[in-house]
């Protein structure tokens, strides 16, 4: 069975920082890119960055670009995303998702002083 | 950047066929994906390549585009099917969501 279980959100005081872990399993990992998308209280979904099976490409939305790091562990069947600088509008629900076939439940975080 | 736009509400009753919209310019040449997302869940890919069924969605969904216009289609809607949908599409390292479509069946 494909599995994405995402862990490492939490409450963060702004201008915080967050790792974003998603360990997945019942599938080829290295065979497939990664995505993260997030959904803030009440809002629609946002596609925040994806990174290739090699890790030899990554992208961002311009909303995290600069501050969010995507990056992934081929050996530990993992995907991260480390977040720095974080605002209140960063606050949502982060979801790690296959190629946006497969989807985690998601993890909460919330920005706020 | 592109922009997909997608009316805020649909409401049908059981039975009955409900037609989701989805526009943009980048679906001229990108392919749309449909998800659905009920509340407290995860979102679910309902549709990809405009038309193509993921194994174990249901018949009656369905999807079609036109021009720069993708619609997904649910035949014969049923409770179950009350949801959030959400289009997606990506092109020019641009990807982009909808703004979502609330569903409701009664």
Known sequence: EVQLVESGGGPVKPGGSLRLSCAVSGFTFDFYSMNWVRQAPGKGLEWVSSISSSSDYTDYADSVKGRFTISRDNAKNSLYLQMNSLRAEDTAVYYCARELDVWGKGTTVTVSS | ?106
Request: charged fraction near 20%.
């Open chain 2, 1 to 106: 950047s592109y922009e997909l736009t997608q009316p805020s509400s649909v409401s049908v009753s059981p039975g009955q066929t409900a037609r989701i919209t989805c526009s943009g310019d980048i679906l001229a040449k990108k392919y749309a994906r449909w998800f659905q997302q009920k509340p407290g869940q995860a979102p679910v890919l309902v549709i990809y390549k405009d038309s193509e069924r993921p194994s174990g969605i249901p018949e009656r969904f369905s999807g079609s585009s036109s021009g720069t216009t993708v619609t997904l289609t649910i035949s014969g809607a049923q409770v179950e099917d009350e949801a959030d949908y959400y289009c997606y599409s990506a092109a020019d390292n641009n990807q982009v969501f909808g703004g979502g479509t609330k569903l409701t069946v009664l």
